[in-house]
Nanobody, 121 residues
Framework: VQLQASGGGLVQAGGSLRLSCAAS????????SGWFRQAPGKEREFVAA????????IYADSVKGRFTISRDNSKNMGYLQMNSLKPDDTAVYYC???????????????WGQGTLVTVSS
């Protein structure tokens, strides 16, 4: 499965962005979909994940209540709606797909190339 993330850009604090993740194969609909991010000089960290059927999702505490993960299996697409953005959200955002619902990087076997989100103060 090849993944391609898009939708990043420059936004002011308090603004919103919607990231998209396009998957190459229908196999995507049977995989957990996740988003991770990596800020300059920091390790890649978990942001959010959603089960293949979309029934369950988990979020990092730092984004809970501001970000919403979703997916449309009919289009092989995953999404991350980001609201009330903060400068601390600045990072390269990666979409990923893998096994059971988890916040662990090792659970995700397929990764997109990343899209840069920059939040100005």
């Amino acid at each position: 499965v090849q993944l391609q993330a898009s939708g990043g850009g420059l936004v002011q604090a308090g603004g919103s962005l919607r990231l998209s993740c396009a998957a190459s194969l229908r196999t995507f609909e049977y995989l957990t979909s996740g988003w991770f991010r990596q800020a300059p000089g920091k390790e890649r960290e978990f942001v959010a994940a959603i089960t293949w059927a979309g029934g369950n999702s988990i979020y990092a505490d730092s984004v809970k209540g501001r970000f919403t993960i979703s997916r449309d299996n009919s289009k092989n697409m995953g999404y991350l709606q980001m609201n009330s953005l903060k400068p601390d959200d600045t990072a390269v955002y990666y979409c990923a797909a893998g096994g059971p619902l988890s916040s662990q990087l090792s659970n995700y076997h397929y990764w997109g190339q990343g899209t840069l989100v920059t939040v100005s103060s």
